[in-house]
């Protein structure tokens, strides 16, 4: 239950409603998602560290996935028939 509160999960959550607003905003395919999230997560991850290494890339692209997984699962929860 701890994890819940944590500064990481709350950047999982804010990287969602980035990558939401960013896809609902240009209205850019689906296909275009993933890729988007990689670059704002090592983005967020690097700005995050303050540098650039091994360590910030695998934790951006681990943003990426949540984020992705996040928006995806939100989707589904919230918007009912594909409306």
């Not at 704002?40 to 700005?47: A, E, N, Y």
């Amino acid at each position: 239950m701890d994890d819940l509160f944590t500064l990481t999960f709350g950047i999982y959550i804010a990287l969602a409603f980035v990558l939401y607003a960013i896809r609902r905003a240009l209205k850019l395919p689906k296909r275009f998602l993933p890729i988007l999230a990689i670059v704002l997560g090592i983005f967020f991850s690097c700005f995050q560290d303050e540098k650039i290494n091994f360590d910030t890339t695998l934790r951006g692209i681990e943003y990426a996935i949540y984020g992705v997984g996040l928006v995806e699962t939100m989707k589904s929860l919230f918007l009912k028939n594909g409306e």
